[in-house]
């Protein structure tokens, strides 16, 4: 992997959640090439493992574990796993979260009809319940909040110094449509960043946040693209309002990763949401 800064990261413990994915998979590698230990943590075990495998056969040091960001005690574990093969946590990446259908609209807008359409089997506003949109509000939100409880309290009890970054997004700025429970819980990761920051600025902890834009990933691949390999209508909305005209590579986000982690590089750096998305969060449209 060809990292964009070089950042020294031998002697350090990192924990990436939702590592098995694409984004937070290239995070995990790009941490473990500048010499950390990193565990891999991933609901999925194969998916953590396979990450975990090209950080080893890259000549760094890293461990997949299975656990479950909405499950204290599957953290706990987690935790004790992390600690007992490579230490203390030094960063946390809190990259586990992501949508649902059943956090989520039908259409854009709402129109008065939609209320009598039961022939097209429509998800309007009203179809929204509470268990779906709680689904979707705590796989972010508390899945940002658990971790940071499980991985960070060793570090204080240790007095070392730590880093987390919560991955917040786009809708947490504007909230797009047709995901309010999504849009909603990235706005509340973006609030926590900026509350912990302040809260654990005491215990020598830096908390700061990420917001990508817009990248293909297997989770969103088919709502972006076609079977063809074509962009769908929603895409091409999304391209006509990112400036640089184009999606964002995962690699792209590694700049704004490692300059985070880094303590001589942004140790005055703390309670920050970071967009990363070609100038979405800049354009009016006009």
């Not at 939609?114 to 709680?134: E, H, P, V």
């Not at 940071?148 to 797009?176: C, E, R, Y």
């Not at 309010?180 to 609030?191: D, H, I, Q, R, T």
Request: with cysteine; proline share 3%.
């Amino acid at each position: 992997m060809k990292l964009p800064l070089n950042v020294d990261l031998s002697g350090k413990v990192a924990v990436v959640t939702g590592g098995g994915g694409v984004l937070c998979g290239t995070m995990a590698e790009a941490l473990g090439a500048c010499g950390a230990k990193v565990a891999v943590l991933d609901l999925r075990k194969d998916a953590a493992d396979a990450v975990a495998g090209k950080i080893n056969a890259a000549g760094g040091t890293a461990m997949g574990i299975a656990a479950d960001v909405l499950n204290k005690e599957s953290l706990s574990d987690a935790a004790k796993a992390v600690e007992s093969t490579f230490g203390v946590c030094d960063i946390l990446i809190n990259g586990a979260g992501g949508n649902h259908p059943k956090g989520t609209t039908g259409k854009e807008f709402l129109e008065r009809e939609d209320l009598a359409d039961t022939a097209n089997d429509l998800t309007t506003f009203y179809d929204l319940d509470a268990d779906g949109i709680s689904f979707v509000f705590n796989l972010n939100f508390l899945g940002t909040l658990l971790p940071t409880q499980a991985f960070t309290k060793s570090i204080v009890s240790t007095q070392s110094k730590g880093v987390v970054i919560n991955v917040s997004s786009m809708s947490a700025f504007t909230p797009l449509t047709k995901i309010p429970a999504y849009s909603a819980a990235k706005a509340a990761v973006s609030n926590f960043t900026q509350w912990l920051a302040v809260h654990m600025s005491k215990v020598d902890i830096r908390v700061n946040a990420m917001a990508p834009g817009f990248f293909l990933t297997e989770q969103n691949r088919s709502l972006l693209t076609n079977e063809d390999g074509s962009f769908t209508a929603r895409a091409e909305k999304i391209l006509g309002q990112t400036p640089m005209g184009r999606f964002g590579t995962p690699e792209e986000l590694l700049g704004t990763l490692l300059w985070l982690v880094d303590d001589k590089a942004s140790g005055f750096v703390n309670g920050t949401v970071i967009p990363v998305d070609g100038g979405f969060a800049a354009y009016s449209g006009v």
